[in-house]
């Protein structure tokens, strides 16, 4: 368990499924609690980390699409989901957690994004698009960030990174219609995304402007 000492709100089953996250985020992953490393849900991120570049190296030899791949893709995508459960139901939230599970989301969407790209199997302008969104949230957050801003990801984020990532997933399994059409979903998802961030941000640097 964490040790903080703090009553947590009752494990329901909207909660255990990551329906319910209300109140305020646990304290061990906030900016000034320890990284907490050896943790069940930090393994499960390792993990998926280390099935990234294999993902990469199957699909590349197999020449884009190919079920293993996809298997793997797989694999990784829903083990974000693992480590979410392991981690309201152990307690073990941490700091490295909370840093380590976006970052690794990026890696996988980038790494489908370069297999789908190579080998062509999903229209390039969707890619592309989805390229300049990633770029967009990667400046933007790093200027928020600079200026003090809370990001945490809202819920058009949430459901829009499963199309995203299941349009790329669906590409590298073959189908490509289907994943256009999947990936259009998320890419809109997403952009929706960006102007609510683009949105909490303003008003947070309004209010500390405010306030000084």
Not at 6 to 16: A, D
Not at 68 to 94: F, L
Not at 126 to 147: I, K, N, Q
Not at 154 to 170: H, S
Request: proline letters at 7%; hydrophobic letters at 55%.
């Amino acid at each position: 368990m964490s040790g903080s000492g703090e009553k947590r709100p009752p494990l329901t089953l909207r909660r255990f499924a990551g329906l319910d996250r209300s109140g305020p985020p646990p304290p061990e992953t906030l900016a000034d609690a320890p990284l907490r490393p050896f943790t069940i849900p930090n393994a499960i991120g390792l993990v998926r980390l280390i099935l990234i570049p294999a993902f990469l190296v199957v699909a590349w030899n197999a020449g884009g699409a190919s079920y293993t791949a996809a298997a793997i893709y797989a694999v990784v995508a829903w083990g974000d989901y693992a480590d979410g459960i392991a981690a309201r139901v152990t307690g073990q939230y941490s700091r490295l957690g909370a840093m380590l599970d976006p970052v690794i989301d990026r890696l996988l969407v980038i790494a489908g994004i370069v297999v789908c790209w190579r080998f062509e199997l999903v229209p390039i302008a969707l890619l592309a698009a989805l390229v300049a969104r990633e770029l967009l949230m990667l400046v933007g957050g790093s200027f928020a960030l600079r200026r003090g801003v809370r990001l945490e990801i809202n819920w058009w984020g949430r459901w829009g990174v499963w199309p995203a990532m299941g349009g790329l997933f669906l590409a590298i399994c073959g189908a490509e219609p289907a994943a256009t059409i999947m990936l259009a979903i998320g890419l809109v998802l997403l952009v929706i995304a960006s102007i609510e961030y683009y949105r909490s941000a303003r008003v947070q640097i309004a209010e500390r402007t405010a306030s000084t």
